[in-house]
């Protein structure tokens, strides 16, 4: 039995962006009919990406907007199929990577908690149990009626953080999306992530935050422009990460 969570071989990703605009299906079949080629642009968002996350562990991934974190972790997630390597997962992933996902905004918190649970593979009976509970540590008590379209970033946050860590998954994938919370409730999130992996859930945590990286991750890695350029320690890769944004005049995030 392998002792890793993720193991990361070589992994690299290319998107083909469009040279020649086409804005409609209608347009692209006759082209295609026209036996006209459409040419594209490749972009590499990963280049020959390696590294592996021991089961348990907490491990951050860092680096401006634009280097390849979200890619990577939908690669991770099954989200995306990489163009070259591949990701070997070893347990169940409870995603938290976009604001929303698994949420219909017409529907109410309350309706929202079984449909989320639903995607997540969670039975109706487990969701009634932890209803309660659920609503108790997302705070939304007042609001578990009022459909989500009237909700703000922050408390769509609590509500998707609350049911994806209410049943302890073997592996929680969070980016960015504590960032919209208040600083009480980040707190709170750190806590159970914290208490989550002493219970041998493994953390995949991307953070504009290198505090919270370095309170929450025992390991990390640093991606610039789709490529490695630390891995290791999560304090040494935050020092290297900060030390080359201070070199560069500040944030590039």
Known sequence: MSQFAIEVKDVSMEFNLEREKVTSLKEYIINMLKKKNLEYDSFSALNQVTFSIEKGDSFAIVGGNGS???????????????????????????????????????????????????????????????????????ELGDFVDVPLKNYSSGMIARLGFS?????????????????????????????????????????????????????????????NKGEVMCYGNSEDVCNSYANSLYNLGGDNN
Request: one cysteine or more; glycine letters at 8%.
């Open 68 to 138: 390849g974190k979200s890619t990577l972790l939908k690669i991770i997630s099954g989200i995306f199929k990489p163009t070259n390597g591949k990701v070997i997962v070893n347990g169940s992933i409870a995603p938290l990577i976009e604001l929303g996902t698994g949420f219909d905004m017409e529907l109410t918190a309350r309706e929202n908690i079984f449909l989320n649970g639903a995607v997540l593979g969670y039975s109706k009976k487990i969701m009634t149990q932890k209803f309660d509970e659920i609503i108790s540590f997302s």
């Open 163 to 223: 049911i994806a860590t209410i049943v302890t998954p073997d592996i929680l994938i969070v980016d960015e999306i504590l960032s919209v919370g208040d600083q009480f409730f980040q707190e709170k999130c750190e806590k159970r992530m914290n208490a989550m992996t002493q219970n041998g859930t493994t953390l995949v945590l991307v953070s504009h935050s290198i505090e919270q990286v370095r309170k929450v991750c025992r390991t990390a890695v640093w991606i």
